[in-house]
């Protein structure tokens, strides 16, 4: 099977689909900062739209439930003057049977351009990026275990927004490693745009076997994990994809890796808190903490919107640009 790397940058280097921010060059994903930071006016504009994507069609194909992602990822398309058509799958065909790849060919059939995937199944956007028509960019908005690469591009705007740079940053990320696929995303990215330290804290059941191969520091201790620390990342405890008894108590995991207002203190004064939500509040945070000062959680909402049409822009752009090429 030819990895996500081959499928998801062209010849010359352009994104054709974004499936995974894994093993992306560190230009590629400062030109999706870059992109995404020149849609940021657009939202201060009277009117939130530029004429980009006029005529093109964009599928949002939602097999797990949404609402951030799911409207975030509309509202950018439709920002792009693009019309935007949205699958609801449990209404849908899929229901009778019908197959991923069939359902794909039926969108195509309608002449659609994009095809915005969430999935419960790892790979799930590879396998349609594979199988597309090619006209058809592909975007995974999840999938899996795996990756979910917008996320994690959002939070990267957020954090260069904030900090300016990458490179003299120490970063850690804190919880249910093992079932995030936000967390590989963010620790491949951060690791390409050369952040000095990342770090995870998490208790042992919820962490991946040889984790520290991804170019982390590992920590079981959230007050040693969180030590002078410029970002805290918070995860979402992800009941939905957990086999068996893996937690103590809800009370228990937030008296040990819950952020408290007191234990945000031990990291530096300006350190920035970020969570991609649905938040558990009093598990994973505490309400003082996800609503205080030193929260940017509804910055990487806002930011999600921009990086979204920049990726959206960006991969249907090299179609256009394929076509002049031609």
């Known amino acids: 099977m030819i990895g996500p790397h081959e499928v998801q940058v062209d010849a010359q280097g352009r994104l054709r689909h974004f499936l995974t921010t894994e093993g992306l060059s560190r230009a590629l994903l400062t030109e999706i900062l870059d992109t995404a930071d020149s849609f940021m006016s657009v939202v201060d504009q009277s009117v939130k739209k530029v004429p980009l994507l006029r005529g093109r069609t964009i599928v949002n194909l939602f097999y797990e439930p949404s609402t951030r992602t799911r409207t975030t990822f509309e509202l950018a398309a439709k920002r792009l003057s693009a019309d935007v058509l949205n699958i609801a799958v449990s209404t849908s065909s899929a229901t009778k049977g019908e197959t991923l790849l069939d359902t794909v060919r039926n969108l195509e059939a309608m002449h659609s351009d994009m095809f915005i995937v969430r999935h419960n199944q790892s790979g799930a956007a ?57 967390a590989r995303s963010q620790i491949h990215a951060l690791n390409t ?34 030590d002078n620390v410029d970002v805290v990342m918070m995860l979402r405890l992800q009941r939905e994809r957990m086999r068996g008894t893996l937690l103590p108590s809800a009370h228990e995991y937030f008296q040990l890796f819950g952020l408290s207002a007191r234990r945000l203190e031990r990291t530096k004064p300006d350190a920035i808190v970020m969570h991609p939500g649905p938040i558990n509040r009093g598990i994973e945070i505490e309400s003082e903490v996800a609503d205080g000062p030193r929260s940017v959680i509804l910055q990487q909402v806002t930011h999600g919107i921009a990086v979204r049409m920049a990726v959206i822009s960006m991969t249907m752009g090299s179609r256009v640009a394929e076509g002049a090429d031609a």
């Open 126 to 182: 590879h396998f349609i990026a594979q199988h597309a028509a090619p006209h058809v960019a592909v975007i995974n908005a999840g999938d899996g275990r795996h990756a979910h690469p917008t996320q994690a591009m959002l939070d990267m705007l957020t954090i260069r927004r904030h900090k300016g740079s990458f490179q003299e940053l120490s970063v850690v990320i804190v919880g249910d490693i093992l079932h995030s696929r936000v």
């Open 193 to 226: 745009l050369g952040v000095g330290e990342v770090r995870v804290v998490a208790p042992k059941t919820l962490l991946p076997a040889e984790v520290e191969s991804l170019g982390v520091k590992v920590y079981h201790d959230l007050d040693a994990g969180l």
